[in-house]
């Protein structure tokens, strides 16, 4: 198998996963009080799973009144795509057009399969090929899930919410192959997992995500390349 057929087979497994998830949104949404046009809406134009769980969460519990929080959390969930843009600016290339579109196609899912590519080429493949199946597919079980959510019961029942955390963990076990990768994953995952009774939710993996940058920057427990005088590798 061709190096680009095998990131075209991971983006759209990972397409196919986050995608599944959609129905679970579209369902949520008009249970919390949204319509079928506003729930499509919404994924049309805010397109980032986090914060439109966020928004109809917080929507959910206070209606009309918690407006204002609610696009408060769905915006500080969003921030996390700031620091995607800035890694995926030099992949998505280099024309204002390509980037303008990508910044609406610059998510986790996104970001996770092109930054796990080393051919430059085959990230620009990954990026574009994971943010746009997504758009379409997450769109079109976000209808699904709208117009079906009584149907459907429980979304949790089918095991929809477990979709997109699964897509990550394909994506991430195979990185797995350094004591440094290994480490900060763990110490992550503690991090994520203690702080998530205590504070508002989607601030536990920002928080976390510190721990990465912190190994990184100090390259604790990374490998010395000592082909190369005072230099260090750190992870990969």
């Not at 369902?27 to 049309?44: E, F, H, N, P, R």
């Not at 009309?64 to 843009?85: C, E, K």
């Not at 699964?166 to 203690?194: D, M, S």
């Amino acid at each position: 198998m061709s190096a680009e057929r095998e990131v075209w087979r991971e983006a759209l497994g990972v397409v196919l996963a986050t995608s599944a998830y959609g129905v679970s949104f579209g369902a949520l949404a008009v249970a919390s009080g949204l319509d079928v046009w506003q729930t499509c809406v919404l994924s049309l134009l805010m397109f980032t799973g986090g914060s439109q769980f966020a928004f109809v969460g917080v929507f959910a519990a206070g209606g009309v009144a918690a407006l204002p929080s609610a696009i408060a959390s769905a915006a500080l969930l969003g921030v996390r795509n700031v620091a995607y843009g800035m890694r995926m600016s030099p992949v998505v290339g280099t024309t204002i057009g390509r980037r303008v579109a990508a910044a609406h196609f610059t998510i986790d899912e996104s970001t996770a399969v092109a930054i796990s590519q080393r051919d430059p080429r085959l990230r620009r493949v990954g990026f574009w090929v994971t943010g746009i199946g997504i758009f379409i597919g997450w769109n079109i079980t976000t209808l699904i899930g709208a117009l079906v959510g009584d149907v459907l019961g429980d979304p949790k029942a089918w095991g929809l919410d477990a979709a997109a955390a699964a897509a990550f963990l394909a994506l991430l076990w195979p990185r797995l192959k350094e004591r440094q990768a290994i480490v900060v994953g763990v110490a992550a995952a503690v991090v994520a997992a203690a702080l998530t009774p205590f504070i508002m939710p989607g601030l536990p993996v920002l928080v976390a995500a510190l721990v990465a940058i912190l190994v990184g920057w100090f390259n604790w427990l990374g490998r010395v390349d000592d082909s190369v005088p005072g230099g260090g590798e750190g992870a990969r």
